[in-house]
């Protein structure tokens, strides 16, 4: 009997997440301001993580734009059409990780959420790698994302990874998250914010506006 190729697709579920490496000089510009900050940020968290500080995030401007510029590019394709969305971040914070110490799940307000590491110790990612080798769940540091409570049959409801200084993950802010604690006496740092599409009422400044008109209109030239 001939054989004969059959054609056939699958179709593509879930959200955008998009993960890319961050410029060198954003991730120290973004370590100096979060070593300088003692404005403590943590009421508004849902770590149990003791430094928790605020950042300014319209010092950063330029590096967000970068940043929102390439999920616009992934997102186009992913949603099978042209993007062009303006966000603006609206709170940015540091968290200094240490030992025992985590995320438990999790989702944010806004439009977007992201977090950019500036620093992954090797022994917080040694710890994580000696677990690998005799379990097949998500290790000490790692950050995992999840659509469900727990896997479903023939599907993928949830992914992991163990991150790299430089790391930087973009995704909608609606979905879940954690991060796993570990055992390592050192401190993981890693930057998070909320983003919004559109302009909250409590950034109707002059400056804020000028700021979102600017942007919109050098992308329709």
């Given at each position: 009997?001939?054989s004969?190729?059959?054609?056939?697709?699958?179709?593509?579920?879930?959200?955008?997440?998009?993960q890319?490496?961050?410029?060198?000089?954003?991730?120290?510009?973004?370590?100096?301001?979060?070593e300088?900050?003692?404005?403590?940020?943590?009421?508004?968290?849902?770590?149990?993580?003791?430094?928790?500080?605020?950042?300014?995030?319209?010092?950063?401007?330029?590096?967000?734009?970068?940043?929102?510029?390439i999920?616009?590019?992934?997102?186009?394709?992913?949603?099978?059409?042209?993007?062009?969305?303006?966000?603006?971040?609206?709170?940015?914070?540091?968290?200094?990780?240490?030992?025992?110490e985590?995320?438990?799940?999790h989702?944010?307000s806004?439009?977007?959420?992201?977090?950019?590491?500036?620093?992954?110790?090797?022994?917080?990612?040694?710890?994580?790698?000696?677990?690998?080798?005799?379990?097949?769940?998500?290790g000490?540091?790692?950050?995992?994302?999840?659509?469900?409570d727990?896997?479903?049959?023939?599907?993928?409801?949830?992914?992991?990874?163990?991150?790299?200084?430089?790391?930087?993950?973009?995704?909608?802010?609606?979905?879940?998250?954690?991060?796993?604690?570990?055992?390592?006496?050192?401190?993981?740092?890693?930057?998070?914010?909320?983003?919004?599409?559109?302009?909250p009422?409590?950034?109707m400044?002059n400056?804020?506006?000028?700021?979102?008109l600017?942007?919109?209109?050098?992308?329709?030239?």
């Open positions: 009997m001939e004969k190729n059959i054609e056939y697709r699958t179709l593509k579920w879930g959200p955008c997440v998009v890319f490496k961050a410029d060198d000089e954003f991730i120290e510009s973004l370590l100096a301001d979060a300088q900050s003692s404005v403590s940020y943590g009421k508004h968290l849902a770590g149990h993580i003791k430094k928790e500080v605020k950042l300014d995030a319209v010092k950063h401007k330029k590096h967000f734009d970068k940043m929102f510029a999920y616009n590019h992934a997102l186009g394709p992913w949603l099978g059409k042209e993007e062009k969305n303006t966000f603006l971040v609206t709170d940015l914070w540091c968290n200094f990780q240490k030992a025992n985590f995320n438990p799940p989702d944010h806004g439009t977007l959420s992201f977090v950019i590491y500036l620093k992954v110790p090797e022994l917080m990612q040694k710890e994580c790698i000696e677990h690998q080798k005799v379990k097949t769940s998500a000490p540091g790692c950050i995992s994302f999840f659509l469900a727990s896997d479903k049959k023939n599907s993928i409801t949830q992914n992991s990874f163990l991150p790299v200084t430089g790391d930087c993950f973009i995704f909608p802010a609606w979905l879940k998250h954690w991060v796993y604690p570990f055992k390592s006496d050192c401190t993981r740092i890693s930057v998070s914010g909320n983003v919004v599409d559109n302009i009422l409590n950034l400044s400056k804020g506006i000028q700021s979102v600017e942007d919109i209109r050098k992308k329709d030239q």
